[in-house]
Nanobody, 124 residues
Framework: QVQLVESGGGLMQAGDSLRLSCAASGRTFSSYVMGWFRQAPGKEREFVAGISWSGIKYYGDFVKGRFTIYRDNAKNTVYLQMNSLKPEDTAVYYC??????????????????WGQGTQVTVSS
């Protein structure tokens, strides 16, 4: 299996910046999609950002320029840079992996592997 190791979550204040990282290991793939979802208590898991193997990026509507996804191919690692954090960003953030020559999907069911999640809490 592919193992996804996340890091970077924590307790932040509104307006702060934070970078999440997710490293994939355990299997080599020639092409894949990696992305981020988030889920707050009582809410559905929602798409945050994704990047295809070809480098095409997609963002959830709520991002509005605040977040940036990028990757380090040599490390099989994807990052989520979050700026201007808001209390409504509070959620568990999950790294997701989709293998194959496929595009970024907004549906969590399309992804093959998931990280354990990292908590991001933003206070006012």
């Amino acid at each position: 299996q592919v193992q996804l190791v996340e890091s970077g979550g924590g307790l932040m204040q509104a307006g702060d910046s934070l970078r999440l990282s997710c490293a994939a290991s355990g299997r080599t793939f020639s092409s894949y999609v990696m992305g981020w979802f988030r889920q707050a208590p009582g809410k559905e898991r929602e798409f945050v950002a994704g990047i295809s193997w070809s480098g095409i990026k997609y963002y959830g509507d709520f991002v509005k320029g605040r977040f940036t996804i990028y990757r380090d191919n040599a490390k099989n690692t994807v990052y989520l840079q979050m700026n201007s954090l808001k209390p409504e960003d509070t959620a568990v953030y999950y790294c997701a992996f989709r293998s194959g020559r496929v595009g970024v999907s907004y549906s969590s069911g399309e992804y093959d592997y998931w990280g354990q999640g990292t908590q991001v809490t933003v206070s006012s």
